[in-house]
């Protein structure tokens, strides 16, 4: 059993920053592999960001990637998104997820939902115009 609480999230104005944190507790954190994933008022929950379970590579959503940031620290079990740039689209609540599958972060299945086994209860990020 892995617990996910994310922080981090808030008001922010377009084109500012915010740094969402993810604190694992349980299991092994380095064992999992580490997402981001996003979902506005009446959508699905979408991909955003991938750190693979060994650390060694990272994978985006194009609606992000040169904006956001996905790292972690597996001393300290914590996995961190760095957003910068930030547009009113990006407004959603955005969940932390740890999956047990063992691939690299552009493996297709690491941005599906459904193979991501543990949740956080989410931040809420709003970006103002």
């Known amino acids: 059993q892995v617990q996910l609480v994310e922080s981090g999230g808030g008001l922010v104005q377009a084109g500012g920053s915010l740094r969402l944190s993810c604190a694992a507790s349980g299991r092994i954190f380095s064992n999992y592999a580490m997402g981001w994933f996003r979902q506005a008022p009446g959508k699905e929950r979408y991909f955003v960001a991938v750190?693979?379970?060994?650390?060694?590579?990272?994978g985006y959503a194009d609606s992000v990637k040169g904006r956001f940031t996905i790292s972690r620290d597996n001393a300290t079990n914590t996995m961190y998104l760095q957003m910068n740039s930030l547009k009113p689209e990006d407004t959603a609540v955005y969940y932390c997820?740890?999956?047990?599958?063992?691939?690299?972060?552009?493996?297709?299945?690491?941005?599906?939902?459904?193979?991501?086994?543990?949740w956080g209860q989410g931040t809420q990020v709003t970006v103002s115009s």
């Open positions: 997820a740890a999956s047990s599958l063992i691939q690299t972060a552009n493996s297709p299945r690491l941005r599906r939902p459904g193979e991501y086994v543990y």
């Open positions: 750190h693979s379970w060994s650390g060694g590579s990272t």
